[in-house]
Every structure is written in structure tokens, then in C-alpha cells.
């Protein structure tokens, strides 16, 4: 156990952590890249390049500086070294072996899902196991049945759009701008979840489907042009949500699930929140909803995650590189 500073630049978030022992977070800095990308609709992979390599030194400096530490007590260098947009990744994975090598610590590739995965035990280390952990971002939507640390299993995950990108798409449909998710969990506050009944996808018993839901809220408003955004939100998040949180606790059941637990920026969606609480408190099953600011990109999780894995790997080579498709299991 040590102290870990991580970096994650996988995506549009330039964030670097000092967190001491695995979980106790001494810093939590992250530059958001949002009012880049938000001109063009989305995350332009070259525009966040760029925006890591330009901020990275900034953000290093004010997380050491927040975390109240010498540069010599960091026992270890992490970097997020994929799942993510390749440029994004190599700037982090860089920083970090040039850190590591010109501070003589181990360096540490951390999986970004798992990352997603130790937010939860960030805030809980004695975590109830085995446990079910609902991944909800951008890119993926999976249910993970966390046998132990370490040793996952995908029991469900979407055949098609992420839910991340289904709230981007809806968003970018009604011209309400990007991320789709905040503005649609803000919208929703002032409709009616039960105004427009929405498909709820049943694929596969543990899988999802969101594209469907897509088309069907575009057709929707392109039929009943007068309906306000705000039940149009409404109804589709409460859509999205059900079936998330539904198929959640049956994977619990199936397996034995200990607990249940949220990850991934869509878990800092409002409404999947409180449905998630209300279903476990009714599932008598404990559960842990990570504080927003661990559910959307952050790099403590990351630290987290690669404190767990140097005490039981040991640390990643100098020569591995990034792998934009890394896979969790
Ligand atoms: O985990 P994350 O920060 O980045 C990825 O690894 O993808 O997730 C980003 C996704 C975006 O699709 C964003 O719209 C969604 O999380 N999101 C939300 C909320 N906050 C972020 N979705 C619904 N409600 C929110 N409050
Ligand atoms: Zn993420």
C-alpha cells in the first residue's frame, strides 16, 4: 500500500488523482474538455488529443498541490491505458512512464472499466462480494457480476447503442446540445415520466437494447411536434431506467449478488439513482451508489483500481502500450 497518482485521459475528461492506500482520495482534479467538443455535437478525437497534451502539466502540478504531498512520497504512477480514443490514452500513458522513470517508482496501466468498477469500492473497501455492478457510460452498458476482486463476469450488456449514447443521441435529436446526459436528467425534473409510453427493449434476459428506443422517440416527436422536451425527457430516461435497474437485480438474483452497485457516468443520471435505491431497498440486497463525482470520469477510481493491481500483479512494463479496445474480461 502506498500513495498512487493516476491519470486518466481516455476520452474528453483530463484528470489526475493522488489517493492514498486505495482509498483515501487526497485529490480529485479534472479539466473538462466538454466546452471543446461541444461545437461539433461530440468528442473529436484529434480535439482531445491536443487538449490532454496541452492541460496535462497543469492538472499534475494542481493535484500534488491539492494533495498536500511531497513528490517523493508517490509510492506509484498510474495511467487509464484503454479502453479509449488512442491519442487520448497515449498522452496519459506517456506522462506517466516518464513520471514514474524520472521519480524511480513502478508505473501501472489501469483497464478504464475497472477503473468504473472501483469507484464503488473507493467509498466502500469492505464492499459485500460477490456483487453485481451496473456499467453505464458513453461507450459500454454491462452488467459485471464481481465474483471477487479482480475476477469478473459480463452477465449482460447492450447489443447496440450504450445507454450513454442513447441519452447523447435523444439530446442531439431535440437540439438540447452535448452531453446529452446532464441535460436530459435536468429537463426531466420538470416532466412527466409517465406522459409518453416508450418501448422498454427486452433482448436477451440480461442484455439491452437502446436503438430502438432512439427511433422510437424520433418518430414520437416527429408525430406530436407540440410535446415539450421536458416530458420527452422525462419518459425516455424513465424508459432507459427501468430496464437498467430491472435487469440489474435479476442478474443479482441469479447470481447471489451480495450487493448491487452503479458505475460509469450515466449512474450519475437523478432518476436511475433513486429507482436503483428504491428496487434494492425492496430487494432487501445492500447496494452502493458512488458519489457523482466517481461515477463520470475522474482518475481517483483509476488510482484505486491500480493500487489493487500492483499489490496483487505487481507493476506493468515500460514497453506496454494502450489498447483502444481493451476488453475487461
Ligand atoms: O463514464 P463517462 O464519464 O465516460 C465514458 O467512459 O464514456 O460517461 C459519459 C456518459 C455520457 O454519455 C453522458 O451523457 C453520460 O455519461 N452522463 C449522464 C449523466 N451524466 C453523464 N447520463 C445521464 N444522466 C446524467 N446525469
Ligand atoms: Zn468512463
Known amino acids: 500500500m502506498s500513495v498512487v ?14 489517493v492514498r492506500n486505495g482509498v483515501e482520495v487526497l485529490s480529485n482534479v479534472v479539466s473538462s474538455q466538454i466546452d471543446l467538443h461541444a461545437k461539433f455535437g461530440g468528442v473529436v478525437p484529434e480535439v482531445a488529443s491536443r487538449a490532454h497534451l496541452e492541460s496535462l502539466e497543469l492538472v499534475v502540478n494542481q493535484a500534488i498541490t491539492d494533495a498536500g504531498i511531497a513528490v517523493e512520497e508517490i509510492g506509484a504512477v498510474a495511467a487509464t491505458h484503454g479502453p479509449g480514443l488512442i491519442g487520448a490514452l497515449l498522452v496519459g500513458v506517456s506522462a506517466a512512464k516518464a513520471l514514474a522513470l524520472a521519480w524511480g ?10 477503473g468504473h468498477l472501483f469507484a464503488a469500492l473507493l467509498q466502500e473497501p469492505n464492499l459485500p462480494l ?17 465474483k471477487q476482486l479482480g475476477s469478473y463476469e459480463i452477465v449482460g450488456s447492450t447489443i447496440d447503442d450504450a445507454a450513454g449514447e442513447a441519452f447523447d443521441k435523444v439530446a442531439r435529436y431535440l437540439g438540447l446540445g452535448y452531453p446529452g446526459g446532464p441535460i436530459i ?19 436477451g434476459e440480461l442484455d439491452f437494447s437502446f436503438s430502438g428506443l432512439k427511433t422510437a422517440v424520433v418518430n414520437y416527436v416527429r408525430k406530436e411536434p407540440s410535446t415539450s ?10 424508459a432507459v431506467v427501468d ?12 447470481v447471489g449478488a451480495a450487493s448491487a452497485c452503479l458505475g460509469g457516468g450515466v449512474a450519475a443520471n437523478s432518476a436511475l439513482r433513486s429507482r436503483f435505491v428504491e428496487a434494492c431497498n425492496e ?3 445492500s447496494y452502493l451508489v458512488p458519489e457523482r463525482e466517481f461515477c463520470t470520469d475522474n482518475a481517483a477510481m483509476i488510482a ?3 493500487q489493487w493491481r500492483l499489490d496483487n500483479d505487481g507493476s506493468t512494463p515500460l514497453d506496454a502500450g494502450a489498447n483502444p479496445s481493451l476488453k475487461l474480461v
Do not use: W
Not at 517508482?105 to 475497472?114: D, F, I, L, R
Not at 460477490?130 to 464481481?146: C, D, E, F, K, R
Not at 430496464?243 to 438474483?253: E, G, Y
Open 5 to 18: 497518482l493516476a491519470i486518466e485521459t481516455s476520452c474528453d475528461e483530463t484528470a489526475v488523482s493522488v
Open 105 to 114: 517508482v513502478p508505473y501501472v496501466g489501469v483497464n478504464h472499466m475497472e
Open 130 to 146: 460477490p456483487a453485481v455492478v451496473l456499467l453505464v457510460s458513453g461507450g459500454h452498458t454491462m452488467i459485471v457480476h464481481m
Open 185 to 203: 436528467d435536468r429537463l426531466a425534473v420538470d416532466g412527466d415520466p409517465a406522459a409518453i409510453s416508450f418501448p422498454r427493449a427486452m433482448p
Open 229 to 238: 422536451n421536458e416530458d420527452i425527457a422525462a419518459s425516455f430516461q424513465q
Open 243 to 254: 430496464v437498467l435497474v430491472d435487469k440489474t437485480l435479476s442478474a443479482a438474483r441469479q
Open 283 to 285: 430487494a432487501e440486497i
Open 304 to 306: 484505486s483500481a491500480a
